[in-house]
């Protein structure tokens, strides 16, 4: 999507139209709604791709991902196109982690997917987010992302109506009887 109006700074860096392939090493990182996993390749393989543009040991950071999605671990050489649709999107939020975002954007990361695996992705991205890497997201499930969102933002048109904290925008009246079936 091209940026219409304004600039896009990321640590104070202006990245407004810059290319997706100098993003990352800036400390960007992106999670897409769909295909965000290389079905032929195992769990173990895909991981390895998250930390393609780095030059140092990745072991340490493979043990923290494997403990923050432990199916992952146990699925190591399995074949991602044979996972489950939330175990395929834990390993597209695992993968991103290998390239040690700042900021991890995440894509509708609950689409799609079974009620106990929306509760399960959730807990694991507020367990990314206690660890110190800002989530910035776009969710189809409003209510759940508000519960533990620092900072919401509602756009309307493609314009910012409302901006505040999560839990103000979720229990704001007006927001939920127009968005939240409230």
Known sequence: MRVREG????DGRDVTGAEPRTLAPLGLGYVPQERNVFPSLTVLENLEMGAF???DDIRGDLERVFA??????ERRRQRAGT??????????IARAL????????????TAGLSPRSVDVVFDRIREINRHGTTILM???????????????????????RFDDTGPAVLNNPEIARMFLGG
Do not use: Y
Request: net charge positive.
């Open 68 to 73: 923050i999605f432990p199916v992952l671990a």
């Open 83 to 92: 996972l489950s649709g939330g175990e395929r999107q834990m390993l597209a």
């Open 53 to 55: 543009t780095r030059r």
């Open 98 to 109: 290998l390239a040690r975002p700042k900021l991890l954007m995440l894509d509708e990361p």
């Open 138 to 160: 776009v969710e189809q499930n409003a209510k759940k992302a508000l519960e533990f969102a620092d900072h919401a933002w509602v756009l309307v048109g493609g314009a910012n």
């Open 7 to 10: 600039r896009v700074l990321f």
